[in-house]
């Protein structure tokens, strides 16, 4: 038998409905941790389904971090209006924003890192392996390896949640389409830090 204050924690924690919280909590016979786990789970499949929907609706967030020294400003899109009102996409919103003026990604996701920053780094890295002298065999996977870690450096989906590095941005999104039942795109972002020196202009 799972006691109803189990339930009700877990839904409190990730949002889903009383009755999954129940199903979950049952299936992972009462390990709160693997109840979380199998909700997530659910989640990031109903967000797969829904990853083919137009997202047009949404807002602009603003974020001003440390006293006027970082800015932040970011377009994240809803299928309607109706979920771009709530205070749970408004919330989401502003994390994003606060995470990017902390983690500084350069791009939202892989697909926006050209295939020629991709082949320098990539240069880099089996120079550096080299160096290390570690065999020919294992250079490849050595570089593959290190590229995920440039991917999470740079990209805003791939890097851990500042307020919470278990979980990705890419994750928190999928967490909130399950949640909300529309899909959730994160459009664009510009990030400005004072003083910081701008391609082509001097400072």
């Given amino acids: 038998m799972i006691p109803a204050s189990d339930v009700k924690k877990l839904r409190e924690q990730t949002g889903a409905g009383m009755m999954e919280c129940k199903k979950a909590l049952e299936q992972a016979d009462g390990d709160f941790a693997r ?13 797969a389904k829904k990853a083919g929907r137009d997202a047009n609706e949404g807002l602009i967030e603003s974020y001003i971090h440390l006293q006027g020294r970082i800015g932040v400003l970011l377009e994240i899109n809803c299928e309607t209006d109706f ?54 065999a294992i250079v490849e996977k050595m570089v593959e390896g290190r590229l995920e870690k440039f991917y999470k450096e740079i990209c805003l989906l791939d ?12 994750q928190l999104l999928k ?3 399950a949640r909300l039942g529309e899909h959730i795109v994160v459009r664009r972002f510009a990030r400005f830090e004072r003083g910081e020196e701008l391609p082509g202009v001097p400072v």
Avoid: C, W
């Avoid at 109840?35 to 967000?47: C, P, T, W």
């Avoid at 709530?86 to 050209?114: E, G």
């Fill in 35 to 47: 109840a979380v786990d199998i909700l997530r789970e659910r989640g990031l499949a109903q967000a």
């Fill in 83 to 136: 979920v771009a009102n709530t205070p749970d996409f408004h919330n989401l919103a502003h994390d994003i924003a606060m995470h990017i003026a902390a983690a500084n990604p350069r791009v939202v996701s892989r697909d926006q890192v050209s295939a020629q920053d991709i082949e320098h780094e990539r240069q880099v890295l089996m120079a550096q392996a080299q160096n290390e002298g570690k065999p020919a």
């Fill in 159 to 170: 890097q851990p949640y500042v307020k919470n590095p278990d979980v990705t941005i890419d």
């Fill in 175 to 177: 967490e909130h389409i």
